[in-house]
């Protein structure tokens, strides 16, 4: 008795093509369809089970829907003069609807269930021209990538200007105001020492409460020359934080 014709819809649908260079796992990919109402168990056969590996090679496609196949051929010495022998088997059959061990399912399974299509391997190295093109992308990519990296490791030193900005801003406020405080200062201190130049003239006939006023005034124009000095010291030391952030 026949077989009954294969139910998914394999693409490709005879040939698996591989191209090359074959230094390393070169992958296919094989899509298998199931447009019934019923779900299909399905295995994937290879008569070089040595040269390949299938990932899935075997399970359950629902009703309606479809599966990608990764078929990959391992590393090997490509010759062009040897045409590949190598060929794939799609078996598949119905699942049953009380189906619980699939592996059950496939030692029980009759002949005329099974159904099966065949696909050839081909193996194509890659023209000269092709190279060159796949070169000149490759080194776009890498273009692309080397761009990408730039661009991630300039957005931090910008967000570190930014900060160094709004820190030099904030300098600079504060140092606008402590040159008015000195300036405020200035003017009170120049305002005492006018006061005290006037005390002096009109205590200049007078011994002890002259003496008094000399150390009061002398007091106060040390307590002013103190905050001076303190401030002047904090200005510079601000200048050269400015500085280096400038830097």
């Known amino acids: 008795m026949a077989r009954p014709e294969q139910v998914l819809a394999l693409e ?18 094989l899509k298998l369809t199931n447009p019934t109402d ?24 629902d009703a309606r829907a479809s599966i990608n196949v990764s078929v990959m051929l391992q590393p090997f010495d490509y010759d062009p003069n040897e045409k590949s022998k190598h060929k794939f088997m ?22 005329e269930e099974l159904m099966d299509s ?8 890659p023209l000269e021209n092709d190279k060159t093109h796949e070169n000149v992308s490759n080194k776009t990519v890498s273009s692309s990538a080397s761009s990408v990296k730039t661009e991630h490791s300039v957005l ?3 967000a570190s200007a930014s900060l160094d900005d709004g820190e030099v801003k904030k300098i600079m406020e504060e140092c606008k105001r402590l040159q008015m405080e000195v300036q405020r200062l200035r003017e009170e201190n120049k305002q005492i020492r006018e006061d005290d130049g006037l005390r002096k003239r ?13 150390v ?10 103190t905050r001076l000095l303190a401030l002047c010291v904090l200005f510079f030391v601000i200048g050269v934080i400015v500085g280096k952030l400038a830097l």
């Open 202 to 214: 009109k205590v200049t006939s007078m011994a002890n409460p002259h003496s008094s006023t000399m």
């Open 90 to 111: 799609v078996q598949s059959m119905l699942a049953p609807y009380d189906m619980t061990d699939m592996e059950g399912v496939w030692k029980e399974a009759k002949p």
């Open 156 to 158: 931090p030193k910008s």
């Open 216 to 225: 009061t005034s002398t007091m106060r124009d040390e307590g002013l020359s």
């Open 38 to 61: 019923r779900n299909v168990c399905f295995k994937v056969k290879t008569t070089a089970p040595r040269r390949y590996c299938v990932r899935p090679n075997s399970g359950v496609i």
């Open 12 to 29: 490709p649908q005879h040939e698996l093509k591989f191209r090359g260079p074959f230094t390393d796992v070169v992958t296919a990919t």
């Open 118 to 125: 065949k696909l050839r391997c081909a193996f194509e190295m």
